[in-house]
């Protein structure tokens, strides 16, 4: 095995409260769980998922507690997981046999399908319950010491959801997460919610008539509004019913003729305020937004078309290691709400992905966007973009696949970037995951943490403090 090619490969051992040695110092105010959802396992036999996004759920957990660390890795026991063990591998994304075609079998009729519960992407807090998400409208529920499973979680309202966002934005001035839902049918529809804390239903804030509808991944908020960005890579239910169509890799078609229309919506009256169409771009991930007095300030990152998706199935991944489309680019939206038109600038010249700022800046202004940097032969680093003057600070080293980042503030901060940021990366020369620590404001390396074995490449996680 070569170069990052240990990233898509399975994992097999679980580990629990496995004690790591640690080079270098962890802060001892550094107290709580970082948890992290991604794929762990591509294969059964001698069948392969098709689809990064299509590896079986792994949670992984990093505890901090007084300059410590423990670490545990499982799998979600979920149907998915249970019929990959019978050597039956069901995908969504791209290795369907059953879960996004069944989707478009059920679309005519307009029923719910039995989405997959393979809920690998993201995880989130909601009403005391940790629960691992996916964009199927499935959500499993998981203890955050232990990493069990718990089961179904349910939500307790009738939102319509074909489609749902593994994104909630989670905004700790209002209290509340804040995500959307996609709605097939004649007039397909974008359903934006919130869910305020201590609750389990999920409360619209707006519905919107989708064009498409689009693939969306993410969303922003301001203090006062919610912003989607509807890309012109179209879900398309007629070419899901193509009889060679094997999965959602299949419902997307980029139709750039549409361009991307930028949704800006009222956060209290649910009233679309602003919806300026610009050049065609497809972006996963949002930065962050704030409002600016008449302008709403959107951070994002972008590529230049939908390619991305395609080129994350596996047979490509597994001999070029890396995705072969060009960088995404942190960027900056400036949407004028009066005129509805939208100023677009590039904060940083470099790939990036991943993006994530500390919690206190969401909605707020922020000043500084943490992320991937994925321009770098043999290396994924991390980089700190500060937004303001456009500079930026870098860390690599060759071999080492820097993961998401994520940007935890000192619980007594005087400033945006005093605090530390997390970031697990695979070293492929030594065929092991670490867990970094870095200084947030220099990024300089405080700790490493060298974990029992190579995990391969995962998405999203969170930081829940001790409470
Ligand atoms: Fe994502």
Redesign the pocket.
């Known amino acids: 095995m070569t170069g990052s090619g240990v990233g898509f490969h399975s994992v097999r051992t679980e580990h629990e409260d496995y004690q790591p040695p640690i080079e270098g110092t962890i802060p001892s105010w550094l107290s709580g769980t970082l948890i992290r959802n991604g794929p762990g396992r591509f294969d059964v036999g001698d069948r392969r998922v098709n689809h990064w996004f299509d590896g079986l759920a792994m949670l992984r957990r990093y505890a901090f507690d007084d300059g410590e660390l423990r670490y545990s890795n499982r799998f979600l026991r979920t149907n998915a997981y249970a019929d990959a063990m019978n050597g039956r591998l069901t995908g969504q994304f791209g290795t369907d046999t059953r879960g996004w075609r069944r989707l478009v079998e059920t679309i005519r009729s307009l029923g719910l399908p039995e989405p997959t519960d393979n809920t690998n ?2 995880v989130a807090r909601i009403d005391g319950e940790y629960v691992a998400l996916t964009e199927a409208p499935s959500r499993i529920a998981f203890d955050p010491e232990t990493l069990e499973t718990r089961g179904r979680f349910q939500f307790e309202d009738r939102l319509p959801e074909h489609i749902t966002a ?2 909630l934005v989670d905004d700790p001035y209002r209290n509340e997460l804040v995500g959307f839902t996609t709605q097939f049918g004649r007039q397909p529809r974008y359903h934006l919610y919130r869910l305020p804390n201590g609750s389990r239903r999920r409360e619209v804030i707006a519905s919107i008539d989708a064009n498409g509808p689009a693939y969306i ?2 969303c922003s908020v301001t203090d006062s509004h919610v912003v989607i960005v509807e890309s012109p890579l179209v879900l398309s239910v007629l070419r899901a019913l193509n009889p060679f169509s094997e999965g959602a890799i299949d419902m997307l078609d980029w139709q750039p003729e549409r361009g991307t229309r930028v949704l800006v919506v009222d956060r209290d009256t649910g009233e679309l305020v602003a919806e300026p169409t610009i050049a065609p771009a497809f972006t ?2 949002h930065v962050n937004a704030y409002a600016d007095g008449g302008t709403v300030v959107l951070d994002l990152v972008s590529f230049p078309d939908g390619d991305i998706v395609d080129s994350m199935a596996l047979g490509d991944l597994d001999t070029d290691g890396f995705p072969a489309v060009p960088d995404a680019h942190l960027m900056r939206y400036r949407i004028d709400l009066e005129t509805e038109t939208i100023d677009r600038t590039r904060l940083y010249d470099g790939g990036m992905e991943l993006p994530r700022v500390v919690r206190s800046a969401v909605s707020r202004r922020h000043r500084f966007a943490y992320g991937q940097a994925t321009d770098r032969a043999g290396a994924n680093g991390l980089v700190k973009v500060d937004c303001e003057t456009g500079t930026a600070r870098e860390w690599w080293e060759r071999g080492v696949y820097v993961e998401e980042p994520l940007p935890v503030q000192h619980p007594d901060a005087d400033s945006e970037d005093d605090g530390v940021v997390l970031a697990t990366a695979l070293d492929t020369d030594r065929e092991r995951t670490v867990l970094l620590v870095f200084d947030a404001a220099t990024l300089e390396v405080l700790a490493r943490a060298k974990l029992p074995h190579a995990e391969p490449f995962g ?2 996680g969170r930081f829940f403090r001790n409470e």
């Open positions: 992407v993201h593994a994104h991944h993410d996963f991930h998405f999203h």
